[in-house]
């Protein structure tokens, strides 16, 4: 990386870092994390994002050129060939069951069945390898096949080629462009990992009626789950927050919430918190009879995204000093509105929501694929012009606490102890044999819960 790429990459990186941490900057920063806009740009459908890596990353390099003002692009995506080798029915693909040109969608199912929690809640990963899974996917309903083997066999190879894929985008991005992540890694809240791939919207709203008791169990078990995968998938670094999409949490009455929902969730964020991390949080949907919770949680360490629905002016005046908000710029103002409208919409934000700071320039919760490109330029113009604090001011990257990993279970299926025994003892060196067998014990047990997101 070039000394120029090196200082645009610090002073992004800074920009956005010190935003989050409540800190004063030179100006209101121009951070998404979902850029759908960003990646039809250049003109790819929806289905070459999500089966052709190079397109995907080279629509970003040439958005990043065309609009060098923006702090942080877009987080990572899915590969859909990984979906493809087990025949996962929880999404649909443009190009596969959909129109090339379709955004892909979440297909919510009960694979959990209403009498199941105690198997769940004994033990969470046999439970999902052995019942929940193998209902998820098409290529397992043949348990035992030479086809199911295969699809297992598949799956694992095309995580590792994800993995490349997602580290190469991160690093090209850095070292051609300057451009860092807005967020590595992502959990769900435990009740919507229970209510979005497991229960579903329905069985979870009657569980909470006919077994109140299990749901809460249920949602204590998944904490460290959901944490130990968070972890997982972070950024080594601790550069970039780590993502949370809430689903459920604005279908909740404050008394659901107070039970079900925010217990959990709060104890995931201080888990990862406490590791030295900050947040990511779309607020998806009305948060607003929720959100003076996230005044629990230590300052300047959760970034959150405001949804169309919600007010960004009440959610100021809620979370002002307490943690940093985005968003503010109704998605049909991308969409539908002029040039003018949206200057006069960033103007008016940059002079009220923005005053202070704490707040980052964003749609509500993402920038629509179809957004006119006249109006992101007028946005983009619009923050340039009114969005400054103070122009002296040159935003540095913060170095991250080192943090402590406070989770308390092993997350494994088989112990070494157990393979152990099984071998009858060792003649050599033990930890040369155990290490190894732990760390990719670790790594598949990590790999179940990704089926969840």
Partial sequence: MTEDLKKLYNERLGRYQNAIALKSIDRIPIASGSNYFAEVYSGCTKQEIIYDPEKWLQAEKDFIKDFPEVDVLRNNRLWAPLQDTVGSKTYKFPGRELDPDIQFQFIEEEYMKADEYDDLINNPGEYLIDKVLPRMFTEMEDRGSPRSYMAWLKAGMAQMKMGEIMKNRSITLQQECGMPQPMTGAFLAPFDALSDALRGLQGISIDMYRQPEKVEKACEVLTEEMAGFALS????????????????????????????????????????????????????????????????????????????????????????????????????????????????????????????????????????????????????????????????????PITPPEGKNTLTKKRILTPWETKKEELGGITGDEELIKEPWEMLEKMGYNWLWQWLM
């Fill in 233 to 396: 998938t972070a950024d080594p670094f601790k550069r970039y927050p780590i993502f949370v999409p809430t689903h459920k949490a604005c279908f909740l009455s404050p008394k659901q919430f107070e039970r079900f929902y925010w217990p959990s969730f709060k104890r995931v964020l201080e888990i990862l918190i406490e590791a030295g991390y900050t947040v990511r949080a779309y607020l998806e949907g009305d948060w607003t009879q929720h959100w003076h919770h996230l005044r629990e949680l230590p300052k300047g360490k959760v970034l959150l995204d405001i949804d169309d629905q919600a007010d960004i002016v009440k959610a100021k005046e809620d979370l002002a000093g307490y943690q940093c908000i985005a968003g503010g710029i109704p998605s049909s103002m991308f969409i539908l509105g002029s040039p003018d409208e949206m200057r006069e919409r960033v103007k008016w934000l940059c002079e009220t929501v923005g005053q202070d700071g704490g707040y980052i320039l964003n749609g509500g919760c993402n920038i629509p694929y179809d957004t006119k490109p006249e109006n992101y330029k007028a946005m983009i113009e619009a923050a340039m012009e009114y969005g400054f604090y103070d122009e002296s001011l040159k935003p540095e």
